[in-house]
């Protein structure tokens, strides 16, 4: 095989990891906008708030040290304990339930009946909270979080291709444990809608709000079940970007990313999420391959978001979106 | 007792269909106008110039043309930092290309290149809508701030990538570049406002602005009455990036004077501005308004309060400042969706009433 197809195809294999981390990130979008209507801007600021609390709390740093140092003069930072990454995991996860309880609380209840574009803008106001919240509490510097697993280039994949093609692939181990995370997350996610009571209710809240409500399911327990579970895939989108490249602001910006994904996935199917994650990640490491050389490189940051324009030109609902009726 | 309609005559249909029908709001707003043009010439100093005036022009040009496309068409937009971006690099290429050129027509023919740019990336707005839109504006802003941080032409090849404005007069006064002072680059960008939102006010109430409206409420109904779709929404494009784009232009030429496009003009500019629309009520021209006041004064006033008053360290202040500012904005969607024109509105009523109860 010539040599310029065989490193398309690497490039094209870290597309796929790649793809997998943003359609990690579009999941939660999905999940939000199929149980309630909202197109949940913060999905990318929550998934840095939550790494930064699992940090916070695996490290034992002191909740707002930084605030209460600035106020009272003291010089606090550290309790001095750190906690096995399971039971930080387990204590982020009671975190993002407790602000999705009190999301809905707060600020959903108030909007019910509003016009998209308001809550669309509730969730933007959310997201710049968060993030200032996020950084009060823990702190603003780059921090390096460790879940355990394995970090650098992967020997297996080397391995294989090589007895393959005779050229042995770049593939990043925590790249494929992510994808193989991710896997298992859509998976459990798919069993609890289809086998589980709450599953059943929240499918039918995202098939018609009234009809649900009319049929006793509470409209209000599921939108708290949707944002807490869109803070769990938050989370685990948090972590894995987080052990990749650093919990830090930038954390939040993949969530622009995974906005292409959902225009080309559409924004109610969750097959949709992962396809278009796929191919948004593949796409955009193909066209950095072929094309950056030629127009400058940096494609990465706007070549996804033209492809799912010219996508949408020809099926102005997404791939897997429902078909759009209108009624006069 | 003084604001109301009653023994204020109409005898001419010119005078029944006038912007301000009630007395009071007409007084008002030749007072405002008296002041900003009177009165704030004279008292004005640098650091209000620069810290508040000149941003909240300049701003509340932008936030009229995204209420155009946003509150009046329907057309959900988060390309607008991109869209300003094109404002200040047009500008840029003509004052050095035709440095003869006098500045006032170097921001407008920068504004009708931005309106250019903007009717091609509103082209998908005829296939697609709502949200799916929005997020296809969003690869105008990428798109848009990555040809200019990567193509040395925009830029004149030179070396730091950044724009800087060359020193240009009107009427013997400098108006832009290190020369100038805060009055000329006060009345400088009030022109252009003052004129923008008269334009805005009017075409908003003429036909062009019912179409956009008709669009807005149900498009598929408003195609039946014999609106044509295309010609609405790309008009309200082409108007919209056209005042961005001259907000884009002001930004640069009057009050940053060297900007660099990712950092002046990135995706938070886009929401700024959309916020300045929401906060200040949408389908409103004094929405706009204050819309940018509140968006501009807020963050100066936390600033002064906690960094000069508390002495807190600049970086907390910041973090603290983006927590108050989505906390305010949720706080306002919770009470008041509509706006502050909203409130406006609630008192203008009372006030009608006043001093009897209904």
């Given amino acids: ?328 | 007792m003084i604001y109301r309609e009653a023994g204020d005559f109409k005898t001419t249909y010119a005078a029944d269909n006038q912007t301000f029908p009630i007395k009071g709001d007409r007084y008002a707003y030749y007072l405002v106008l008296a002041l900003a043009l009177g009165v704030m010439p004279l008292i004005i100093t640098d650091y209000w110039a620069n810290a508040i005036i000149i941003p909240f022009l300049i701003y509340t040009i932008a936030a009229l043309g995204l209420n155009i496309l946003i509150g009046y068409c329907g057309q959900l937009s988060l390309g607008t930092g991109g869209f300003m971006a094109v404002g200040a690099y047009a500008s840029f290429k003509l004052m050095t290309a035709f440095p003869e050129l006098s500045i006032v027509f170097v921001v407008l023919l920068a504004g009708l290149c931005t309106a250019a740019v903007g009717v091609a990336f509103g082209l998908p707005s005829l296939r697609i809508k709502g949200f799916y839109l929005a997020v296809a504006t969003l690869a105008a802003q990428f798109f848009l701030i990555w040809l200019f941080t990567r193509t040395p032409w925009f830029f004149n090849y030179s070396p730091t990538g950044m724009i800087s404005a060359p020193t240009r007069t009107v009427f013997g006064y400098a108006v832009t570049g290190p020369r100038a002072s805060a009055v000329s680059m006060y009345l400088f960008c009030l022109a252009f406002l003052i004129g923008l939102a008269w334009l805005a006010r009017n075409l908003t109430r003429g036909t062009l602005g019912r179409k956009w409206m008709a669009i807005r409420d149900m498009d598929i109904a408003a195609e039946i009455i014999g609106v044509n779709p295309l010609i609405a929404k790309l008009s309200a494009f082409a108007v919209s990036s056209f005042y961005v784009g001259i907000a884009g232009a002001l930004l640069f030429v009057v009050y940053l004077g060297s900007v660099e496009a990712g950092e002046a003009f990135g995706i938070t500019v886009s929401f700024l501005v959309l916020f300045m629309v929401i906060i200040g009520g949408l389908g409103s021209i004094l929405g706009s308004f204050l819309g940018a006041f509140f968006l501009v004064v807020g963050p100066v006033l936390l600033k002064i309060l906690l960094v000069d008053n508390l002495r807190w360290s600049s970086d907390l202040a910041a973090h603290l400042e983006i927590m108050i500012i989505g906390l305010l904005i949720i706080v306002f969607l919770v009470l008041e969706p509509h706006g502050l024109t909203a409130l406006w509105r609630t008192i203008k009523e009372k006030l009608r009433l006043w001093p009897f109860p209904h």
Avoid: C
């Fill in chain 1, 1 to 328: 095989m010539p040599d310029t197809l065989l490193f398309a195809l690497e490039a094209a294999a870290n597309g796929l990891t790649a793809g997998v981390m943003y359609a990690l990130v579009a999941l939660g979008f999905v999940l939000i906008f199929k149980a309630s209507g909202i197109f949940n801007f913060s999905q990318g600021v929550m998934a840095l708030f939550a790494a930064l609390t699992l940090v916070g709390l695996q490290t034992g740093q002191i909740p707002f040290s930084h605030l209460i140092n600035a106020m009272f003069g003291t010089r606090l930072h550290h309790f001095g304990w750190t906690l096995p990454t399971l039971v930080a995991i387990a204590g982020t996860v009671v975190v993002m339930v407790a602000f999705a309880w009190l999301v809905e609380r707060l600020i959903f209840r108030h909007l019910v009946n509003q016009e998209p574009i308001i809550l669309f803008m509730a969730t933007i106001g959310l997201a710049y909270f968060l993030e200032g919240l996020g950084d009060i509490m823990w702190g603003a510097e780059v921090k390096r979080l460790d879940v355990g697993i394995p970090q650098g280039m992967s020997p297996v994949v080397d391995d294989v291709t090589y007895a393959w093609f005779g050229y042995g692939f770049y593939m990043d181990t925590l790249e494929l444990w992510a994808a193989l995370i991710a896997g298992v997350l859509v998976l459990s996610l798919i069993l609890f809608s289809q086998y589980t009571k709450q599953g059943r209710a929240l499918r039918a809240v995202a098939d018609d709000h009234q009809a649900a409500l009319s049929v006793g399911i509470s409209l209000r327990f599921i939108w708290v079940l949707v944002w807490s579970l869109a803070g769990i895939v938050a989370l685990v989108a948090g972590m894995m970007w987080g052990a990749k490249s650093g919990v830090q602001f930038s954390l939040s910006l993949i969530a622009l990313k995974a906005l292409p994904v959902l225009i080309l996935g559409g924004f109610t199917s969750i097959p949709g999420a992962i396809v278009g994650g796929l191919i948004i990640g593949v796409g955009e490491r193909l066209f950095d391959f072929f094309m950056g050389p030629i127009i400058g490189g940096a494609t990465e940051n706007w070549f996804a978001y033209m492809l799912a324009l010219v996508f949408l030109l020809f099926r102005p609902q997404g791939l897997f979106g429902e078909k759009i009726i209108e009624r006069v």
